[in-house]
Each structure stands twice: as C-alpha cells, then as structure tokens.
C-alpha cells in the first residue's frame, strides 16, 4: 500500500528537495505541500495524508502548533518532524504537541525514508544524534508543573497571537491575519501577558524564543523593541 505524504517547510527548495528524493520510492507518494504551519492544518482536513514530514520553525504558526492542531482535527494522521533544530525546546515541543517523530535535516536520504516508513507504521523515530537530548529533556521536566507550560495555559488562538505578536506584527497586521477585529486581538493580546505573567512586549518575545514559540532567527534582521 502506498504511503501519502504531506510536506511542510517554509522553503520550497527544501520541499523540492525531499519530493525529489521520495519520488523513487514505490511505497510513497507526495500529494501535497505545504509553506506554512495554517496551510498545512487545511490540506491534512482536505487531502487525510498517512504522514506529515513538518518543519517545526515557520513565520506565522509554527510546526508546534500546527502538529497539535492536526493531531487533534484530522484523526489518523501521523506528524514527523524535520528540523535543523536540536534544541530541546523544540524537540519536546513538537512530541508534546503529538509528532511520533524528529529527524534532523542533515541526515541521509536513506535515514529519511527510513523514518517516514517507521513513522507511518506505527513507530516512533528519533534522530540517533539527538536520542540524549530526548531522554535528558524529558527526565528535567518531569518535576515541573505542567499547568505552567503554554500548551495548557493559552487557549490555541492566544496561541496563534503570542507567536505573530512575538514575530513583530503589530495588532492590526494580526487582526487581519487572523480574520479578526483590532480589539478581539488586543483582548488576546491582553490575556496572553496577565496569564504568563508578562509585564511588556520584550518579556513577552523573550518569552516566546525560551520556549520555542519562534525561532531567536526571527529576530536576527530586525531591530530589537525597546
């Protein structure tokens, strides 16, 4: 039976690279692709892949966020994520949210299609070269109190709010974004600071890049807010 695969990365060259790769596979078949973290969530309700192959750092909804809403509206779906990133932050991020997998990008084509045949059969697959990560990561939060994570404290529009907010939209640029009026935001924007008891915009972007919401790169090119 052949495997369906969604890719999702913010970097076409990247997604013409794997489907290129996948493309001689048999047993698998690319039927769609994805350059955002929202767009990915609408194609898993239109197309039901088997496997989605997720980036985890993107501008607008991030693979966390999209990884949990996929594994919450589009039953059967399995996520495996494929990240540049060995931070443990986003590695127990994205297998929190539900991923069954997390390959780094600089492995083999072999590994690659090795992991999404695992992945897809069930099994859970992590990158050799991050297994310690993995393991250490979970162990040092088994003492912290998991109502402090943001999974559970922000509701996921508030979700969707802190990250554009945290990329440096302002509350009009998020309101249309998200197809909603300047003061729902702003009320978003307002609940997201009382509830992770943040006192200003800088707080709330360090916040945002301790915790994996967005990437420090995010923030390389542009002027710091005062």
Known sequence: MTMR???VDDHKIVRDGIRSLLEEEDDLAVVGEAGQGQEAVSLCRRLSPDLVVMDVSMPGLNGIEATRQIVADSAGVRV???SMHRDPRFVAGILEAGAKGYLIKDCSARELVSAIRQVGAGRTYISPGIA???VDGFLNRLD???ASLPASVLSPREREVLQLIAEGHNVKQVAERLCLSPKTVETHRRNIME???LDNLVDLIRYAIREGVISLDNWLDKPYPA
């Open 80 to 82: 495996m994520a494929l």
């Open 5 to 7: 695969l969604l890719l």
């Open 144 to 146: 912290l109190d998991q």
């Open 132 to 134: 310690d990560i993995v």
């Open 195 to 197: 509830k992770l008891g």
